[in-house]
């Protein structure tokens, strides 16, 4: 069964900063992997998702890598702002099954 | 494009009671699923759907029902509600969950509570 763990699970940085949230899963077997964020009452938002086949996407400050046969993505935020500040979540959708949802890094960017 | 709506936002359940959680999606997604999200728990998948007519069970389907007549709507019921059901629900959708290039796409949660 595909576990899916982020690492760490909170993190406070100052503004400005460039900072990295990892996520890793124990099965490669993957259609894609997505990155999402979530803000305190409200829903995920998608961010990135890089296909089996690729290896990163980018989308402005964010940079998202995939590395299938270590099992590790992660998510680069770039000149961090506290407008970034929000839980970020990793899930893998895995062959034959449905996506599977890491527990989420929270990540607060201090003015 | 309203994307995936929810509704109603926040409910209150006595023991016992039933309800549904209403779920729409306009932009003609094939996959669509109800997820609840605990503290300490993350997201966990109760029912999903690929399509109109067929549903699934996820990881936790117990003491929750669902049907989907239409592409568009995926109801969630709740026949005897429990306080163990006390939780924030969010729908998601995509277009086509074995594709690798699909997004999927959550609507704002429906918080329940029950006493």
């Known amino acids: 069964k595909q576990e899916v763990t982020q690492i760490p699970a909170a993190l406070s940085v100052p503004e400005g900063e460039n900072l990295v949230l990892n996520c890793s899963f124990t099965d490669s077997a993957i259609y894609n992997l997505q990155w999402f964020r979530q803000d305190p009452g409200k829903g995920l938002t998608s961010l990135l998702l890089?296909?089996?086949?690729?290896r990163e996407q980018t989308s402005g400050r964010l940079n998202a890598s995939l590395d299938k046969s270590s099992g590790r993505s992660t998510l680069y935020i770039a000149a961090s702002q506290p407008g970034d500040s929000a839980t970020y979540l990793c899930a893998a959708l895995v062959y034959g099954q449905n996506f599977v949802f890491g527990p989420g890094t929270r990540l607060s960017v201090l003015p | 494009n309203a994307g995936v709506t929810q509704t109603p936002k926040f409910q209150v359940l006595k023991t016992g009671q039933s309800m549904t959680l209403q779920c729409a999606q306009d932009?003609?997604?094939?996959?669509m699923s109800w997820y609840r999200q605990d503290p300490g728990m993350g997201l966990r998948l109760i029912h999903y759907?690929?399509?109109?007519?067929?549903?699934d069970q996820g990881e936790v389907p117990n003491g929750y029902n669902v049907s989907r007549s239409t592409t568009e709507d995926f109801p969630l019921r709740l026949l005897s509600a429990a306080p163990s059901q006390t939780s924030v629900y969010f729908c998601a959708s995509s277009y086509d969950h074995r594709e690798g290039n699909s997004p999927l796409h959550f609507g704002n949660g429906t918080r329940l509570t029950v006493t």
């Open positions: 890089i296909q089996s086949s690729q």
């Open positions: 932009m003609n997604h094939e996959y």
């Open positions: 759907s690929v399509g109109a007519g067929i549903t």
